[in-house]
């Protein structure tokens, strides 16, 4: 099959009309009986022994449009389309011809699909199954699935707050495909260096695959000393800001744009920068959420068939088997009351706000405090992770890490948000250098710090506002950054020491998040307010990323 020829037709399949997905879909039907019989006779479906195995260099093209119509039968927002791929993939059975089955239960590892059920919210305990959505949500997921042939998992994730959802996909559209500086190939690239900064290969491999579809050069797959030199230079940038980003000065700045024949412009560097920022935080959510590779994807199904026991051994790698009733009532008995003690802390902290306000002397006091403080939490008890050869080779000196200044004792300068702030400084040089793209990262971060359903557990009527402020201000304290009017005692209070060593080890080091500590945090809490809190903190370190490289910027300008 031509490959434009090929994308015309999955593409199709995101149309509204429901009779050009119906002309769609036979076409995509006639092309895989056509490639089964081109292989040669299959044996008779009645015989019990296990279909033999194809040559290589026949069936790999078969293979990857089968696990192509795999995940439309699992992921496609349109009903018709869903049962018309089941039914080709039963046909395809029918006569012999072994097909894909998905590995794992659902986008997340750390999300189990039975789990999800148990939520009593409608939208929600059908978010992972892609059907009977309200319409609000149906929408975003048409829009989605035309724009990209696809609902990756890390949509089906956030999912859970379709209002976050429809403008994190509407930003990442217009940083992506959109008219900018960067031309496509160069923005996945980018892409793809940041995402392997946190040796994120779920992220890799998906920009990988879009690179090549933009008409990317394969040679710079190789490693980035196959890039061009000025997508080399950029390799300090993305270091320092996926790790320190504090230490970014005008210099790093000057190096990038007074290189000669290499040299960035301003605009060029600004779209760089909110991409690198993009994919280091958006690496943070996917490890943070225990994100499993898109079905279609390697890793994301097999041709093997099913044990007798009904486990791969995928689940019982990802902790998805008999196990996990057990651990999680032990953790149910160990959490209890805990949202209540959460709650009444924010009430004794209101009275207190109420009663008397601290000086500006012992605010920032309490600041260094806590500065200090975060730099001693330990992300993970695990040895360091090894980054494979297929994700190091994108990107420099894989030793550099935020650990290393930690263990070091180095000091973490403080940046003053009346200084410098996103409202007041980093939004008007965004605008003006990447039109009206400012606008939508105002949109995007507003919406993760205000999103709130008023709830907390099982209570409802909640004021979330004071929890949600002592995340966000955490995690830019970590990075140093001081808003003069915030009591840093707060936090102490509000958030415990497993916590902080989740949000540290996302933020920080999230490649080292594993699913007990995902489950070791707010116990009692559901999976959908553990991924607001997810969500939070990638807002809250993107952010933090792009308050340091604007204001290089700002001082290389002035």
């Not at 090929?6 to 149309?15: C, I």
């Not at 609902?151 to 999912?159: C, E, K, P, Q, T």
């Not at 270091?239 to 980003?245: E, F, G």
């Amino acid at each position: 099959m031509d490959v434009r020829d090929a994308a015309g037709r999955w593409d199709a399949l995101s149309s509204r009309d429901s009779s050009s997905r119906n002309a769609a879909m036979e076409l995509i039907h006639q092309e895989v009986i056509k490639k089964i019989e081109s292989i040669g006779p299959m044996p008779d479906p009645q015989c019990s022994s296990p279909p033999p195995a194809m040559d290589d260099s026949l069936s790999s093209d078969l293979n990857a449009l089968l696990a192509h119509v795999l995940m439309l039968s699992k992921r496609c927002p349109y009903e018709d389309v869903r049962e018309k791929c089941i039914c080709l993939l039963q046909r395809v059975q029918d006569v012999g011809v072994r097909i894909p089955r998905p590995v794992g239960n659902g986008p997340s590892r750390f999300i189990p699909e039975k789990e999800v059920h148990r939520i009593s919210t409608p939208l929600l305990s059908q978010i992972l199954q892609v059907s009977k959505l309200d319409e609000r949500t149906q929408s975003i997921f048409e829009d989605a699935f035309a724009v990209l042939g696809r609902l990756d998992n890390i949509s089906l994730v956030m999912g859970f707050h379709p209002q976050y959802l429809e403008s994190f996909l509407r930003t990442q559209h217009y940083l992506l495909q959109m008219d900018g500086p960067l031309s496509l190939h160069c923005r996945h690239y980018i892409g793809i260096m940041a995402a392997a900064r946190h040796q994120c290969t779920y992220l890799v491999n998906l920009h990988v695959n879009d690179f090549l579809q933009v008409g990317g050069d394969p040679k710079w797959l190789n490693g980035l000393e196959e890039a061009p030199r000025k997508l080399q230079a950029l390799g300090e940038l993305n270091k320092i800001l996926a790790h320190r980003p504090w230490l970014l000065t005008k210099e790093h700045i000057e190096h990038l744009l007074k290189a000669e024949e290499h040299s960035w412009s301003l605009a060029e560097l600004i779209h760089a920068v909110v991409l690198l920022t993009h994919y280091h935080s958006l690496a943070s959510f996917t490890f943070g959420c225990g994100i499993t590779p898109d079905i279609h994807t390697d890793g994301g199904h097999t041709f093997r068939p099913p044990s007798l026991s009904g486990y791969c051994v995928c689940d019982i790698a990802n902790g998805n088997g008999a196990q996990e009733d057990m651990f999680g009532n032990q953790q149910g008995s160990e959490s209890s009351g805990e949202v209540e003690v959460l709650m009444e802390r924010m009430k004794q902290l209101q009275e207190c706000r109420d009663e008397e306000e601290a000086s500006q002397e012992e605010m920032a006091t309490r600041f260094e405090r806590e500065k200090t403080e975060s730099m001693l939490v330990v992300t993970s008890e695990d040895e360091e992770c090894v980054p494979s050869r297929d994700v190091s080779r994108h990107f420099e000196d894989p030793s550099y890490g935020y650990k290393d200044f930690s263990r070091r004792g180095e000091h973490v300068p403080t940046l003053r948000v009346q200084d410098y702030s996103w409202e007041d400084h980093g939004f008007s040089l965004v605008n003006r250098l990447y039109s009206d793209f400012g606008q939508l990262l105002d949109e995007k971060f507003q919406i993760a710090f205000n999103l709130t359903y008023n709830t907390m557990a099982t209570h409802q009527g909640v004021d979330t506002s004071m929890l949600r402020r002592a995340i966000w201000n955490y995690i830019h304290c970590m990075f140093g950054i001081r808003y003069d009017d915030y009591d840093y005692g707060e936090i102490n209070q509000l958030l415990d020491r497993s916590f902080k060593v989740y949000i540290k080890t996302m933020v920080c080091s999230p490649e080292k998040i594993t699913k007990r500590m995902y489950e070791s945090f707010w116990r009692q809490f559901r999976h959908s307010e553990k991924v607001h809190v997810n969500l939070l903190l990638m807002e809250a370190r993107m952010q933090a990323e792009l308050l340091y490289a604007l204001r290089a910027i700002t001082r290389y300008m002035t």
